[in-house]
Protein backbone atom coordinates (compact mmCIF):
# COMPACT_ATOMS: atom_id res chain seq x y z
CA UNK A 1 0.00 0.00 0.00
CA UNK A 2 1.40 3.28 -0.94
CA UNK A 3 1.82 5.96 1.49
CA UNK A 4 0.23 9.01 0.27
CA UNK A 5 2.42 12.39 2.45
CA UNK A 6 1.33 16.03 2.59
CA UNK A 7 3.99 18.40 3.00
CA UNK A 8 3.77 21.60 4.98
CA UNK A 9 6.59 24.22 5.52
CA UNK A 10 6.77 27.58 4.23
CA UNK A 11 10.18 26.64 2.74
CA UNK A 12 10.06 25.96 -0.92
CA UNK A 13 13.30 24.30 -1.37
CA UNK A 14 12.91 22.13 1.41
CA UNK A 15 9.81 20.81 0.37
CA UNK A 16 11.33 20.09 -3.35
CA UNK A 17 13.78 18.05 -1.68
CA UNK A 18 11.52 16.56 0.68
CA UNK A 19 9.23 15.70 -2.17
CA UNK A 20 12.05 14.68 -4.44
CA UNK A 21 13.06 12.18 -1.59
CA UNK A 22 9.98 10.97 -0.64
CA UNK A 23 9.03 10.00 -4.24
CA UNK A 24 12.40 8.26 -4.61
CA UNK A 25 10.18 5.35 -2.82
CA UNK A 26 8.31 2.91 -4.42
CA UNK A 27 5.87 3.24 -1.13
CA UNK A 28 5.09 6.39 -0.97
CA UNK A 29 3.65 9.56 -2.34
CA UNK A 30 3.60 13.48 -1.93
CA UNK A 31 -0.16 14.53 -2.31
CA UNK A 32 0.17 17.95 -1.81
CA UNK A 33 1.92 21.24 -0.51
CA UNK A 34 0.86 23.52 2.19
CA UNK A 35 3.36 26.46 2.64
CA UNK A 36 1.30 27.65 5.86
CA UNK A 37 -1.08 26.30 8.68
CA UNK A 38 -3.89 27.01 7.26
CA UNK A 39 -3.25 25.55 3.55
CA UNK A 40 -2.14 22.62 5.36
CA UNK A 41 -5.69 22.21 7.14
CA UNK A 42 -7.80 22.60 3.81
CA UNK A 43 -5.12 20.09 1.78
CA UNK A 44 -5.52 17.72 3.76
CA UNK A 45 -9.61 17.91 4.39
CA UNK A 46 -8.94 17.53 0.81
CA UNK A 47 -6.55 14.76 -0.30
CA UNK A 48 -6.98 12.85 3.25
CA UNK A 49 -3.19 11.56 3.03
CA UNK A 50 -1.88 9.36 5.28
CA UNK A 51 0.87 11.39 7.13
CA UNK A 52 1.45 14.78 7.20
CA UNK A 53 4.96 16.23 7.75
CA UNK A 54 4.40 19.55 9.76
CA UNK A 55 6.56 22.15 10.16
CA UNK A 56 6.14 24.62 13.48
CA UNK A 57 6.98 27.50 12.56
CA UNK A 58 5.00 29.03 9.24
CA UNK A 59 3.60 31.95 8.54
CA UNK A 60 -0.25 32.95 9.56
CA UNK A 61 -1.67 29.83 11.15
CA UNK A 62 1.27 27.93 12.53
CA UNK A 63 2.36 24.08 12.85
CA UNK A 64 0.82 24.14 16.27
CA UNK A 65 -2.37 25.47 15.38
CA UNK A 66 -2.95 23.17 11.97
CA UNK A 67 -2.16 20.46 13.99
CA UNK A 68 -4.77 20.14 16.84
CA UNK A 69 -7.08 21.52 13.78
CA UNK A 70 -6.21 18.12 12.24
CA UNK A 71 -6.10 16.35 14.31
CA UNK A 72 -9.17 17.14 16.11
CA UNK A 73 -11.35 16.47 13.24
CA UNK A 74 -13.27 13.38 13.42
CA UNK A 75 -13.40 13.04 9.60
CA UNK A 76 -8.95 13.19 9.41
CA UNK A 77 -8.68 10.39 11.97
CA UNK A 78 -6.73 8.41 9.85
CA UNK A 79 -4.05 11.14 8.98
CA UNK A 80 -1.04 11.16 11.47
CA UNK A 81 0.98 14.39 11.94
CA UNK A 82 4.65 14.46 11.98
CA UNK A 83 6.03 17.20 13.10
CA UNK A 84 9.11 19.09 11.97
CA UNK A 85 11.28 20.96 14.56
CA UNK A 86 14.80 21.45 16.16
CA UNK A 87 15.00 20.04 19.72
CA UNK A 88 16.02 22.97 21.13
CA UNK A 89 11.91 24.37 20.73
CA UNK A 90 10.85 22.00 24.11
CA UNK A 91 7.86 23.37 24.74
CA UNK A 92 6.02 23.92 21.35
CA UNK A 93 7.23 20.08 20.85
CA UNK A 94 5.40 19.00 23.71
CA UNK A 95 2.59 21.42 22.64
CA UNK A 96 2.47 19.50 19.52
CA UNK A 97 1.99 16.08 21.10
CA UNK A 98 -1.06 17.68 22.94
CA UNK A 99 -2.80 18.82 20.16
CA UNK A 100 -2.83 14.87 18.49
CA UNK A 101 0.63 15.02 16.67
CA UNK A 102 2.47 11.04 16.53
CA UNK A 103 5.94 12.24 17.03
CA UNK A 104 8.39 14.85 15.94
CA UNK A 105 11.58 14.92 13.88
CA UNK A 106 14.66 17.36 13.62
CA UNK A 107 15.35 19.56 10.41
CA UNK A 108 18.84 18.20 10.57
CA UNK A 109 17.43 14.34 10.00
CA UNK A 110 18.70 12.05 7.98
CA UNK A 111 17.17 10.74 4.68
CA UNK A 112 16.78 7.02 5.87
CA UNK A 113 15.40 8.24 9.19
CA UNK A 114 13.00 10.83 7.82
CA UNK A 115 11.71 7.91 5.57
CA UNK A 116 11.66 5.03 8.43
CA UNK A 117 9.87 7.94 10.14
CA UNK A 118 7.10 8.15 7.91
CA UNK A 119 6.60 4.55 7.88
CA UNK A 120 6.63 4.74 11.68
CA UNK A 121 3.48 6.94 11.89
CA UNK A 122 2.17 5.19 9.15
CA UNK A 123 1.54 2.26 10.95
CA UNK A 124 -0.04 3.60 13.73
CA UNK A 125 2.73 4.08 15.86
CA UNK A 126 4.79 7.13 17.11
CA UNK A 127 8.04 8.47 17.57
CA UNK A 128 8.66 8.56 20.88
CA UNK A 129 11.99 6.20 21.63
CA UNK A 130 15.17 8.42 20.90
CA UNK A 131 17.53 9.21 23.59
CA UNK A 132 16.47 13.11 23.14
CA UNK A 133 12.92 12.53 22.78
CA UNK A 134 12.47 10.38 25.82
CA UNK A 135 14.44 13.22 27.86
CA UNK A 136 12.08 15.99 26.53
CA UNK A 137 9.11 13.88 27.65
CA UNK A 138 10.22 13.68 30.95
CA UNK A 139 11.00 17.21 30.96
CA UNK A 140 7.37 18.70 29.35
CA UNK A 141 4.71 16.65 29.17
CA UNK A 142 3.09 16.49 32.67
CA UNK A 143 4.15 20.48 32.87
CA UNK A 144 1.07 22.52 33.85
CA UNK A 145 -0.98 23.37 30.29
CA UNK A 146 -3.22 26.49 29.80
CA UNK A 147 -5.18 24.29 27.75
CA UNK A 148 -6.57 21.74 30.41
CA UNK A 149 -5.08 18.63 31.12
CA UNK A 150 -5.48 15.84 28.57
CA UNK A 151 -6.60 13.24 30.89
CA UNK A 152 -7.56 12.56 34.58
CA UNK A 153 -7.00 9.36 36.67
CA UNK A 154 -10.13 8.16 35.86
CA UNK A 155 -9.69 7.71 32.66
CA UNK A 156 -7.21 4.83 33.29
CA UNK A 157 -9.23 3.13 35.63
CA UNK A 158 -10.76 0.91 32.51
CA UNK A 159 -7.54 -0.48 32.14
CA UNK A 160 -6.08 -3.95 33.45
CA UNK A 161 -2.84 -4.51 35.57
CA UNK A 162 -1.01 -5.92 32.47
CA UNK A 163 -2.14 -2.74 30.42
CA UNK A 164 -1.15 -0.72 32.70
CA UNK A 165 2.31 -1.74 33.32
CA UNK A 166 2.27 -2.13 29.35
CA UNK A 167 1.92 1.66 29.17
CA UNK A 168 4.28 2.46 31.62
CA UNK A 169 6.86 1.19 29.71
CA UNK A 170 5.49 2.66 26.82
CA UNK A 171 6.00 6.56 28.47
CA UNK A 172 9.32 5.70 29.42
CA UNK A 173 10.34 5.75 25.63
CA UNK A 174 10.21 1.56 25.80
CA UNK A 175 9.75 0.05 22.14
CA UNK A 176 7.11 -2.88 21.57
CA UNK A 177 10.34 -5.43 22.09
CA UNK A 178 12.19 -3.59 25.01
CA UNK A 179 8.74 -4.02 26.60
CA UNK A 180 8.17 -7.56 25.67
CA UNK A 181 11.24 -8.49 27.04
CA UNK A 182 10.90 -7.05 30.62
CA UNK A 183 7.58 -8.37 31.02
CA UNK A 184 8.05 -11.67 29.15
CA UNK A 185 5.84 -11.01 26.24
CA UNK A 186 5.81 -11.20 22.78
CA UNK A 187 6.04 -7.84 20.51
CA UNK A 188 2.24 -8.87 19.09
CA UNK A 189 0.90 -9.61 22.71
CA UNK A 190 2.47 -5.42 23.54
CA UNK A 191 1.03 -3.99 20.68
CA UNK A 192 -2.23 -5.56 21.21
CA UNK A 193 -2.39 -4.01 24.93
CA UNK A 194 -0.75 -0.82 23.56
CA UNK A 195 -3.96 -0.80 20.90
CA UNK A 196 -6.68 -2.12 23.77
CA UNK A 197 -5.48 0.66 26.18
CA UNK A 198 -5.67 3.17 23.27
CA UNK A 199 -9.08 2.31 22.52
CA UNK A 200 -10.16 2.44 26.40
CA UNK A 201 -8.94 5.40 27.07
CA UNK A 202 -9.60 7.32 23.67
CA UNK A 203 -6.35 7.89 22.89
CA UNK A 204 -5.65 8.70 19.42
CA UNK A 205 -2.33 6.56 18.88
CA UNK A 206 0.65 5.82 20.86
CA UNK A 207 2.19 9.28 21.37
CA UNK A 208 -1.39 10.63 22.59
CA UNK A 209 -1.68 7.41 24.85
CA UNK A 210 2.11 8.25 26.88
CA UNK A 211 0.50 11.68 27.45
CA UNK A 212 -2.39 10.73 29.23
CA UNK A 213 -0.15 8.10 31.34
CA UNK A 214 1.97 11.40 32.01
CA UNK A 215 -0.94 14.01 32.69
CA UNK A 216 -2.73 11.27 34.48
CA UNK A 217 -0.16 10.67 36.87
CA UNK A 218 0.62 7.02 35.94
CA UNK A 219 4.00 7.99 34.63
CA UNK A 220 5.92 11.11 37.21
CA UNK A 221 8.01 13.62 35.86
CA UNK A 222 11.93 13.11 37.16
CA UNK A 223 15.14 14.79 35.74
CA UNK A 224 16.30 13.74 32.09
CA UNK A 225 17.92 11.15 31.41
CA UNK A 226 21.89 11.18 31.29
CA UNK A 227 24.79 8.81 29.31
Not at 13 to 37: C, K, Q, W, Y
Not at 168 to 190: H, Q, W, Y
Not at 198 to 226: C, F, H, I, N, W
Amino acid sequence: MTIRVLLADDQALLRATFRILIESEPDMTVVAEAADGQEAVDLTRTHRPDVVLMDIRMPSTDGLAATADICGREELSGTRVLVLTTFDDDENVARALRAGASGFLGKDVSADALLAGIRTVAAGDSLLSPTATKALIVRFLAAPDTDGPLACADSLSALTGREREVVTLAALGRSNDEIADALFLSPFTVRSHIHRAMTKVGARDRAQLVVVAYQSGLVRVGPPETG
